[in-house]
C-alpha cells in the first residue's frame, strides 16, 4: 500500500465523508465566532450555552423532532434568560449565567433519567458525526450558511462593539442589539457544533481556535483567518486519526485543536511564553550595548 492509499483509503467510506464534512462545516462557523467570544471575554457564556440545550435536544427526541429545533429553541431561550436576570435583578452576569445554564443542564437530566435506553444519551452528549444523517446534515448546512451570512454582512459594526461599545454607541449603532445579534449567532454555532462534539465538548470549539488565533497576531481580520485555518485542519487531522486509531472523532478533533493553542502558547513570535520571557533579556543586551 502506497502513501497515497494510506492517506486516501479512509474518506473512501460514506460514513467518513460524511464526519469529515460536518466537522469542517462546524469548525469554520465555531472558529469564526470563536473569535468575537475570545475578544468579548464570553467563554462562560458559551459554556452555558452549550450545556443548556440538554433539555431542547433531549425533548425533541421524545417529540421525535429533529435534534436541532429543540436545541435551538433552548439555546436562544437560555441567552433571553440570561439577560433578563441580569439587567432585572442585582444578580451580576456571571451569576446569572451560572444559574441558567446549570438549572438547563439539570432539567435535562431529569428527563433524560426518564428514558429508558442510554444510546441517545451517548448522543447527546458526546456527539456523533460518524452516524449523522442527510436530514443532519441539510440541516447544518443551512444553519452554517445563514450564520456566515448574517457575520459577513454585520461583521464590522460587531467588531466594533467587541473592541469598544461606548463607541459604537456614538456613531449610531446599538450595541444592545448587535449584542443580542452575536448572542443568536452564538445560539446556532452550538447547535451546529452539537451533532460533532456534543454539548459537553462544543465550548472547546468555541473558545480554543480564537484564543490560539489571539496568541499570534493583533489584527482582527487575520485573526480570523487563523482561527479558521487551525480549527479546519484541526477537524481533517482529527476525523483522520480516529479513523487510524479507532477513538471518538469530536475528541480527537479537540485534542488537536489542544495542541494547536499549546504550540502558539508557547512559540507565538510575540505572544508566546518563550518570547515573553526572552524580551527582557534582549532589552537588557541591547542596554548593555547602548552604555557601551
Known amino acids: 500500500m502506497t502513501l497515497v492509499d494510506w492517506l486516501v483509503i479512509p474518506f473512501t467510506f460514506e460514513f467518513m465523508q460524511r464526519a469529515l464534512?460536518?466537522?469542517v462545516l462546524a469548525g469554520a462557523v465555531c472558529a469564526v465566532l470563536s473569535c468575537?467570544?475570545?475578544l468579548i471575554g464570553w467563554s462562560l457564556m458559551g459554556d452555558a450555552v452549550s450545556h443548556a440545550v440538554l433539555p431542547g435536544v433531549?425533548?425533541?427526541?421524545?417529540l421525535g423532532l429533529p435534534f436541532a429545533v429543540g436545541a435551538l429553541v433552548?439555546?436562544?431561550g437560555s441567552v433571553a434568560l440570561i439577560g433578563a436576570v441580569n439587567r432585572t435583578s442585582r444578580v451580576?452576569?456571571?451569576a446569572a449565567i451560572g444559574i441558567v445554564f446549570t438549572a438547563m443542564f439539570a432539567l435535562g437530566i431529569v428527563v433524560i433519567s426518564r428514558i429508558s435506553s442510554d444510546t441517545d444519551l451517548r448522543h447527546i452528549l458526546f456527539g456523533d458525526p460518524l452516524g449523522v444523517s442527510d436530514t443532519e446534515i441539510v440541516q447544518i448546512v443551512v444553519m452554517t450558511v445563514v450564520a456566515l451570512t448574517v457575520v459577513a454582512f454585520k461583521h464590522?459594526?460587531?467588531t466594533l462593539y467587541a473592541f469598544d461599545p461606548t463607541h459604537a454607541h456614538a456613531i449610531g449603532l446599538r450595541p444592545r442589539r448587535l449584542e443580542t445579534l452575536l448572542l443568536g449567532l452564538l445560539a446556532v454555532t452550538v447547535v451546529i457544533a452539537l451533532q460533532v462534539l456534543g454539548i459537553i465538548m462544543v465550548v472547546a470549539m468555541l473558545i480554543i481556535p480564537g484564543a490560539t488565533a489571539y496568541l499570534l497576531t493583533d489584527r482582527f481580520e487575520r485573526m480570523v483567518l487563523i482561527a479558521v485555518a487551525v480549527s479546519v485542519t484541526a477537524?481533517?487531522?482529527g476525523v483522520y486519526a480516529s479513523f487510524l486509531l479507532d477513538v471518538a472523532p469530536g475528541g480527537m478533533i479537540v485534542l488537536v485543536q489542544a495542541l494547536a493553542f499549546t504550540a502558539a502558547y508557547l512559540l507565538a513570535p510575540r505572544h508566546g511564553l518563550l518570547?515573553?520571557?526572552a524580551a527582557p533579556r534582549r532589552a537588557a543586551g541591547r542596554g548593555v550595548g547602548a552604555t557601551d
Open 21 to 23: 464534512l460536518v466537522s
Open 36 to 38: 468575537w467570544v475570545t
Open 58 to 62: 433531549v425533548l425533541s427526541y421524545l
Open 74 to 76: 433552548f439555546g436562544v
Open 92 to 94: 451580576k452576569e456571571d
Open 156 to 158: 464590522r459594526d460587531l
Open 235 to 237: 477537524s481533517v487531522v
Open 275 to 277: 518570547a515573553r520571557r
